[in-house]
């Protein structure tokens, strides 16, 4: 058990609708990213918050956004939902990127099938 | 480019056979490494991590890795394979003083045990 949760684990969805997963990072760590996973892209970076503010953005999409919440957990929402939005999508966090380590823990992940 | 190359697609080994997994990377400077395996259906487990000193690291589950900083490799070991060793396996590198949003992640190579 890393110590990240994610909710839901498991979500099916149509087409066009938007879902929102949430994820609570290990104790203590400021940094939460969010990764999607699918067959054909990999592991791809989304989107990076350390303690409430938006540190960095890899491949999201305009249609995806997320926000870090004071309490330091965070949500990953997604709308008009596509097809090829069915993925595995990780949580993960770290302490402090600045701090020794840099080591990233992940949640199990939050499987979004879009049918 | 800042890159990490596993080049093994997928790996078959006989059950109590010994394993290395491959691990190329190109960044500007001496990285953090990472090690991460991923049984189906769950989330990414940190195997083991190199940040300096020996350069052979010990992680989890009997595994090792040996990090040859004129081969920029960190090449990932096990004596004895376990048919539950069976997964896919990342490497990762993220850099010593930034922020863990510059962790890249191979494509990973899947680990095939036969009996």
């Known amino acids: 058990d890393s110590g990240v949760t994610q909710t839901p684990k498991h979500l099916i969805t149509a087409t066009g609708q938007r879902v929102t997963l949430r994820c609570s990072p290990r104790?203590?760590?400021?940094?939460v990213y969010w990764y999607q996973q699918s067959l054909d892209q990999g592991l791809q970076f989304l989107i990076q918050?350390?303690?409430?503010?938006?540190?960095a953005k890899g491949n999201i999409l305009e249609r995806f956004s997320a926000q870090q919440f004071p309490d330091l957990h965070s949500e990953l929402n997604l709308s008009s939902l596509e097809l090829g939005d069915s993925a595995l999508y990780f949580c993960a966090s770290s302490v402090d990127p600045g701090r020794s380590g840099n080591t990233i823990y992940f949640g199990e992940g939050s499987w979004l099938t879009v049918v | 480019a800042q890159s990490v190359t596993q080049p093994d697609i997928h790996i078959t080994v006989s059950e109590g056979a010994s394993l290395e997994l491959r691990c190329n990377y190109s960044?500007?400077?001496?990285?953090?490494l990472f090690w991460y395996v991923q049984s189906p259906g769950q989330g990414l487990q940190l195997l083991l991590k190199y940040f300096s000193g020996d350069t052979l690291v010990q992680g989890i589950k009997g595994f090792e890795a040996e990090f040859k900083r004129s081969q920029s490799s960190f090449n990932l070991r096990k004596p004895s394979v376990h048919w539950s060793d069976a997964a896919e396996y990342f490497c990762?590198?993220?850099?010593?003083?930034?922020?863990?949003?510059?962790?890249?992640f191979g494509a990973g190579t899947r680990l095939f045990v036969k009996a």
């Open positions: 990762a590198v993220g850099p010593r003083n930034t922020g863990g949003f510059k962790t890249i």
């Open positions: 918050y350390y303690n409430g503010e938006e540190r």
């Open positions: 104790s203590g760590d400021l940094s």
């Open positions: 960044y500007g400077a001496t990285p953090y």
